[in-house]
């Protein structure tokens, strides 16, 4: 996510609790912000796990499992 687009997220957060507050086109921009930068971290975090193995006492390396949802 481009570094412009978190401070306009933390723009709006300093407003938000400040006496004014947000009009409703800003809350919708916050919100739209937020989901964006959510799905972000969570991409980030997705690309990391994918990536990591797990190496045991014997030497053997092992890829990651994604764990099954119940």
Known sequence: MEQK???R???LARKAKGP???TPEETAERDTLRREY???VKASLT???DSTYIQYPDGTRRKLEKKEKP
């Open 38 to 40: 959510i799905d972000a």
């Open 20 to 22: 004014e507050g947000l």
């Open 5 to 7: 687009k978190i401070d």
């Open 47 to 49: 690309a990391q796990l």
């Open 9 to 11: 997220i933390n723009e």
